[in-house]
């Protein structure tokens, strides 16, 4: 199985301040049809997974411009320009090129 | 709006045996592949199962093989999990999924436990 290792786990963030999200696939992410399958989930507390962007740096509809994901083969970044009270929670990667689908353990983002 | 309602969680014995459901609207059910991610009590995420549109190929993650089954209702715009042989380890909140991820449900609890 592939596995997903995020950092850091814990991100403490001042409001208003930039964070970062690493995430590392233990193989390419990179699909025989060309595309790469890495997703980017949120889980505020009490909700469901919402999945932020799709295929490394596609932004879901609805998603605040101020988050951004980049990367390539076994490298990604999640990005959030300016940290607001809502964006709390956990963020995943997932990765849907190979079978089982997994996800990273997640990197829980709070308020300083 | 698509929307997508889990039902069946419950508490059963290890060894028991339960049927998810999850009726999806909102969008063209015929079209998208659909998944089981299941979340244990204060854990990360884990994709448990996924059919195909047509629902002939399914997909499952190890632990799940053999004891859980996938299907779905394209007539009903339904899509099911029956899960067999439970233990404690399979205790989880279980969503259902549009594709991989697009959209979830809001999650049905599982507890196996004497």
């Known amino acids: 199985d592939v596995v997903m290792t995020q950092s850091p786990l814990s991100l403490p963030v001042t409001l208003g301040q930039p964070a970062s999200i690493s995430c590392r696939s233990s193989?390419?992410?990179?699909?025989?049809?060309?595309?790469?399958?890495l997703n980017w989930f949120q889980q505020r507390p009490g909700q469901s997974p919402r999945r932020l962007i799709n295929?490394?740096?596609n932004r879901e509809s609805g998603v605040p411009d101020r988050f951004s994901g980049s990367g390539s083969g076994t490298d990604f970044t999640l990005k959030i320009s300016r940290v607001e009270a809502e964006d709390v929670g956990i963020y995943y990667c997932?990765?849907?090129?190979?079978?089982?689908?997994?996800f990273g353990q997640g990197t829980q983002v709070e308020i300083k | 709006e698509v929307q997508l309602v889990e039902s069946g969680g419950g508490l059963v014995q290890p060894g028991g045996s339960l049927r998810l459901s999850c009726a999806a609207s909102g969008f063209t059910f015929t079209t998208n592949s659909m998944t089981w991610v299941r979340q244990a009590p204060g854990k990360g995420l884990e994709c448990v199962a996924n059919v195909n549109q047509a629902g002939s190929a399914k997909y499952y993650v190890d632990s799940a093989k053999g004891r859980f089954t996938i299907s779905r209702d394209n007539a009903k715009t339904s899509l099911y999990l029956q899960m067999n042989s439970l233990t404690a380890d399979d205790t989880a909140v279980y969503y259902c999924a549009r594709g991989w991820g697009a959209n979830w449900g809001q999650g049905t609890l599982v507890t196996v436990s004497s």
């Open positions: 193989q390419s992410l990179v699909n025989s049809d060309g595309n790469t399958y």
């Open positions: 997932m990765q849907t090129t190979h079978w089982p689908w997994t």
């Open positions: 295929n490394v740096s």
